[in-house]
């Protein structure tokens, strides 16, 4: 269980990293926040024990894989200085979260990265409750993959109806028998459905038994922080509902047979927690990932809480809005590609394939929207893989698909299946170029990215 803290540090004064880019690159550059912040979050190398006897070099957010829970309340300003104690540059991401640009943590997009030895302070107010993380957007295979990722937890105004709650951050580490590293990426891999690792953690510990009480209901925060994974989550035997959708609340509904969680999709949960002793498996279709353990509880026997409340999104109005077309494609010349050694191209949208060693990409972007026009888009996986296709910036609401009966709701991440296509939409509301990927990070670092540009 990750331990929250909150460090209030008065009196620094918070200096933004300037600096000047290369000639013709775009970016904003993040400005200092003014002084004092709520976490200092320092990322540094760190072993852990996640073979047990065995030691492994991650890299961590205050001091644990993965990284410390932020949190904060709905309407407030959140203030993190980002200190960077790796050997490379680094920056943080915020998923899902809608904020200004300066704030996005893309490298030369929204700021410079955030070079070994200096800080960063991020500053911005967060607009919706709910379930969200943070992670690097440079190096990502890497970054991501050792073990920069962490839990963004956004408390709702009032209190909701749950008393209790748990996060339960997922990844599945690329590490051996030994404990050691293989490689986060792999061409042949990232050409197929991404590259996988094999030890399946929850909250950093393969195995986990997770204790909860018994006749309670307990809000579940089920974050899929991995790089590569879409976990087909079930809980046998269990009385749960959703309550949320990557962070955005639904009508409370019955959690089916398998909940599919793409890389950076979030689901909330209410258990109905059975009585004392009995145990619940939390799978990954048929592979335990953790064990819910029941433990006595003195407190009464507690019933559904209602539904949360909705956060504060403009709803798009399909009758005035513009449909752009977004192709999803493998781009082939796979043979070619594999000998090259620099970066890959192996996946595009409408044609293009981002460029990861290009820092000019953001200057081309594929699509621009017009500051608070509404837009259709219409999504198509043209590859027999499934992406989940992720928005900076903005949250979108999926609207339908032609493989599954959707109930329309909003989100930041879709998981467009093999050959899918799916229509999202969304009010262009905030300012800036934002990044629309995949979230399978070797995706994404082979082509799988484009900005999208609102002004
Ligand atoms: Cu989790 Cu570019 O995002
Ligand atoms: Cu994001
Ligand atoms: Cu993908």
Not at 50 to 58: K, Q, R, S
Request: include cysteine; hydrophobic fraction near 40%.
């Amino acid at each position: 269980m990750p331990f929250t803290r909150r460090q209030v540090i008065a009196g620094l004064a918070g200096l933004g990293v300037a600096g000047l880019g290369a000639g013709g690159v775009r970016y904003w550059l993040g400005r200092s926040s003014g002084p004092g912040h709520d976490y200092q979050l320092i990322a540094a190398p760190l072993d852990v024990e996640l073979v047990a006897g065995h030691a492994t070099p991650a890299w961590a957010y205050g001091g644990q894989v993965p990284g410390l829970e932020l949190r904060c309340r709905q309407g407030e300003r959140l203030r993190v200085r980002l200190i960077n104690q790796l050997s490379e540059p680094t920056t943080i991401h915020w998923h899902g979260i809608r904020l200004p640009i300066e704030m996005d943590g893309v490298p030369y997009v929204s700021q410079l990265p955030v070079l070994p030895g200096e800080y960063f302070d991020y500053s911005f107010v967060v607009q919706d409750a709910g379930t969200f993380w943070y992670h690097p957007h440079l190096s990502s295979s890497e970054q991501l993959g050792r073990g920069l990722v962490g839990p963004l937890i956004v408390e709702e105004r009032e209190p909701a109806g749950f008393l209790h709650e748990r996060t339960l951050a997922l990844k599945t580490w690329a590490v051996d028998e030994q404990g050691a590293f293989s490689a986060f990426s792999v061409p042949r891999e990232a050409a197929r459905g991404g590259t996988p690792g094999r030890l399946s953690t929850v909250n950093g510990e393969h195995a986990a038994r997770i204790e909860l009480p018994a006749g309670q209901v307990v809000r579940l925060r089920l974050i899929n922080l991995d790089s590569t994974v879409t976990y087909r989550l079930n809980l046998p035997g269990a009385e749960a509902r959703i309550y949320a959708l990557d962070g955005q609340p639904v009508t409370p509904r019955q959690l089916g047979k398998d909940y599919w969680l793409g890389p950076g999709m979030r689901l909330d949960l209410a258990l109905k927690v059975p009585a004392a002793g009995i145990e619940l498996a939390l799978r990954n279709g048929p592979l335990r990932l953790a064990t819910l353990v029941s433990q006595a509880s003195v407190e009464p026997v507690a019933d559904w809480p209602p539904a949360l409340p909705a956060n504060p999104l403009a709803e798009p109005d399909l009758a005035v809005a513009e449909t752009l077309r977004f192709n999803f494609e493998w781009a082939a010349a796979l043979s070619e590609n594999l000998d090259q050694g620099a970066a890959y191209k192996l996946w595009q949208i409408n044609g293009q394939a981002w460029d990861i060693a290009d820092k000019t990409c953001a200057d081309r972007p594929i699509a621009r929207l017009q500051l608070g026009r509404h837009y259709i888009f219409e999504l198509r996986n043209m590859t027999q893989y499934q992406h989940p296709i992720h928005l900076h910036g903005m949250a979108f609401k999926v609207l339908d698909s032609d493989r599954k009966t959707i109930i329309p709701y909003f989100t930041d991440t879709y998981l467009l299946g093999k050959n899918e296509r799916a229509r999202i939409a969304l009010v262009a509301d905030n300012p800036g170029i934002w990044m629309f990927h995949c979230h399978v990070i070797d995706h994404m670092e082979t082509g799988l990215m484009a900005a999208i540009e609102v002004a």
